[in-house]
């Protein structure tokens, strides 16, 4: 759910474009859009706090037998309908294999890839004060 929850609807109605086309869904809940509250730690591990709020959107469908359910970051009614389409077809034995190698595996590399560059980028503005210490001596 976490790599469907990060992609964007159009990658992931480009991805569903190869596998069979997914049963027509009876939605159950949504897609509607709120608020949760963000809680943090000071250090990491000292008393939790409240930090903010960010809205959130969730859907829940029924495809057949199967419930399927999403919250995404954001207002994208779409991205939680189609995730929680996706989450319910995941759980269908005959599908769970196609989806597996045509949705998630593509969508999680390209995420893993993005993540990746990004702390390359990171990387190399990073400065090592040890090294400059050393230096001027």
Same mark, same amino acid.
């Given at each position: 759910m976490a790599v469907l929850a990060r992609a964007s609807s159009n990658d992931i109605a480009a991805c569903l474009e190869t596998v069979s086309p997914l049963v027509e869904p009876v939605v159950l809940r949504g897609p509607e859009q709120g608020l949760v509250m963000v809680r943090g730690r000071i250090g990491g591990g000292g008393g939790a706090f409240n930090l903010g709020e960010m809205s959130v959107t969730?859907?829940?469908?029924?495809?057949?037998?199967?419930?399927?359910? =999403?919250?995404?970051?954001?207002?994208? /009614?779409? %991205? &939680?309908?189609?995730? *929680?389409?996706?989450? $319910? +077809?995941?759980?269908?034995?005959?599908?769970?294999? =196609?989806?597996?190698?045509?949705?998630? /595996?593509? %969508? &999680?590399?390209?995420? *893993?890839?993005?993540? $990746? +560059?990004?702390a390359a980028h990171a990387a190399a503005t990073r400065v090592e004060f040890f090294t400059l210490q050393t230096m001027r001596t």
């Open positions: 969730r859907c829940t469908v029924r495809a057949g037998a199967q419930v399927g359910h =999403a919250t995404v970051i954001g207002r994208d /009614a779409a %991205l &939680a309908l189609l995730a *929680a389409r996706v989450d $319910a +077809a995941l759980q269908d034995p005959g599908q769970h294999e =196609a989806l597996q190698t045509a949705v998630i /595996a593509p %969508l &999680a590399a390209h995420q *893993a890839a993005a993540k $990746a +560059a990004e």
